[in-house]
């Protein structure tokens, strides 16, 4: 995962690296700031290459969540607890038990999310008192909603028209959020083009959604209406910006763009670009909401209504000749003063 440009330990209200060798953990946390002196905290385990790209994540996640929650106008701030390893060998008992000693580090009462490398069960595991009483069963199946929802307003924008029949969507990821995106565009009428770095994901989307499995090497280069980045972020680059063909990027992965100034080269492709912290932001929503007590419609609204901020988003970006980012930024900061901007490369 690239590191996070422009960030570091001035721009969070806390950043911190922790091991325990007996347990084999070690853990970035990051509070890039409370709300109303709340954080959600986003649990991500992944087996990054060295500790401070865990802590870059660690910073750029915990932005990503403020961002999110700012548009959303949800009362939270951003926080990440980010764990160097790999969830598929090393998720143990003792692991879990010592990333809950770490959890100690936050309040008792902050929601926790699972992220990559980490599942539902896990958070139940890490926080069972709040978990079991307050948060929805599969926060990711509403951030695929929301997905939805935007890849909707972008198709809106471009072709004039929200019908997914016959539209060609390719998706990079199968994992929670990716699989039930998948589902969801199938169920629409869309033709698939995935690719998972697992074998076995590609080989379900195929069986269930007819999708044409794909190297994720090539992924990006499809011929398709709309390329939607699931997996991890810093997946567009300067070599793989020029090799796109698609005119819509809407996709859950934080921090898509491996360098903020790269949202340049994308308007200057005729590339629309959804903005990350607007359209994964469902699964925030609704853990908003489910805590609350509100009810699933009332949840369901909010979370269809990243259509409608999106399309203003796109057409105010249009006005002002701006990247759409650029405005989402701003309404962002404007909701809930201050999340600074990242600083272009
Ligand atoms: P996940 O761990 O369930 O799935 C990620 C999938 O991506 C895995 O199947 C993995 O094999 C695959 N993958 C990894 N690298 C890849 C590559 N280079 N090419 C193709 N596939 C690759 O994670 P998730 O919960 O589905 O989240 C997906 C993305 O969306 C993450 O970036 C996450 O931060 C973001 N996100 C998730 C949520 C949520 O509700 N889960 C909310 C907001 C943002």
């Known amino acids: 995962m690239p590191t996070a440009a422009g960030e570091n330990s001035e721009t969070h209200d806390r950043v911190a690296f922790h091991a325990d060798p007996a347990a084999g953990l070690r853990v970035a946390t990051a509070v890039h700031r409370r709300v109303a002196a709340a954080c959600v905290v986003c649990c991500r385990m992944h087996p990054y290459p060295s500790d401070e790209l865990a802590t870059a994540d660690a910073l750029r996640l915990s932005r990503g969540i403020s961002l999110s929650c ?7 701030g951003g926080a990440a607890l980010v764990v160097r390893g790999d969830p598929r060998r090393q998720k143990t008992a003792a692991l879990m038990a010592a990333i809950r000693r770490r959890l100690s580090e936050f309040r008792d009462d902050d929601p926790v999310l699972e992220d990559i490398g980490m599942a539902p069960a896990d958070v139940l595991a890490l926080r069972p008192a709040i978990a079991a009483a307050t948060r929805p069963l599969d926060p990711s199946m509403m951030t695929a909603r929301g997905l939805l929802r935007g890849i909707e307003a972008a198709l809106a924008r471009v072709r004039g028209t929200t019908d997914l029949h016959g539209c060609r969507v390719a998706v990079q990821g199968l994992g929670r959020v990716g699989m039930a995106l998948a589902d969801c565009l199938h169920d629409a009428g869309a033709e698939l083009i995935v690719a998972d770095l697992s074998p076995a994901k590609v080989a379900l989307a195929e069986k269930w959604y007819r999708a044409r499995g794909v190297s994720p090497d090539i992924v990006h280069t499809a011929a398709v209406d709309v390329f939607a980045p699931c997996a991890v972020g810093g997946t567009l680059t300067a070599s ?20 903020p100034s790269l949202r340049h080269a994308l308007a200057d492709r005729g590339v629309l670009m959804t903005p990350d912290f607007v359209v994964n932001a469902g699964g925030l929503i609704t853990l908003h909401g489910t805590t609350r007590g509100d009810a699933p419609d009332a949840v369901r609204a909010r979370v269809d209504a990243i259509h409608a901020a999106l399309l203003d988003v796109f057409e105010s970006a249009a006005r002002k000749g701006l990247p759409p980012l650029d405005v989402a930024e701003a309404r962002a900061r404007r909701n809930d003063d201050p999340v600074p901007p990242r600083r272009a490369a």
């Open 240 to 259: 793989t910006i020029p090799e796109l063909r698609s005119r819509i990027i809407a996709g859950s992965a934080g921090d898509q763009l491996a360098e």
């Open 70 to 76: 700012a548009f959303a106008g949800l009362p939270y």
